[in-house]
């Protein structure tokens, strides 16, 4: 297992580039954050798609590195997303991940996407993660 500082700090060093930060992290579960500005916005004012994806798969990793440790190489094999409703333009993207499975090889969970502040589902994703055998 893996608590929120521990993750974070992989986070940071593996990920520099990303905005996303973890709220957080237990129980076969994650909540992250992704702030919002005029790079995350796509034509028609509204988070692109890409942005939210995003969220959503860090969130699925997140809660799985909750539960099994810093397993670097856990990696994303599927992620399927429905956009309910655009979300808001000028509010962070917040990601509430279960985790509906975790076996020895895959994990699968569901993450609601929320823009902060508002209780309407913005979109909702189910994703499944490939575990790396110990070696």
């Keep these: ?36 500005g005029q790079a995350e916005l796509r034509p028609g004012g ?3 798609g890409p942005v939210m994806m995003t969220v959503a798969d860090v969130a699925l990793y ?27 333009a000028t509010a962070a993207i917040v990601g509430v991940c279960k985790l509906i499975k975790l076996g020895k090889s895959l994990a699968v969970g569901e993450v609601a996407l929320y823009s902060e502040g ?8 189910v994703g499944t993660y490939s575990i790396p055998r110990a070696r």
Excluded: C, W, Y
């Excluded at 593996?14 to 237990?26: D, I, R, Y």
């Excluded at 997140?62 to 979300?87: C, D, H, M, S």
């Design 1 to 36: 297992m893996a608590n929120k500082a521990e993750i974070q700090a992989f986070l940071l060093a593996e990920f520099p580039q990303s905005k996303v930060v973890v709220e957080s992290v237990g129980s076969g579960a994650a909540t992250v954050k992704h702030p919002v």
């Design 46 to 48: 509204t988070v692109a």
């Design 62 to 88: 997140v809660a799985i590195l909750g539960e099994i440790g810093i397993v670097p190489l856990t990696v994303t094999t599927n992620l399927n997303i429905n956009f309910l409703r655009k979300p808001a």
């Design 118 to 125: 508002s209780s309407d589902m913005v979109a909702h994703v």
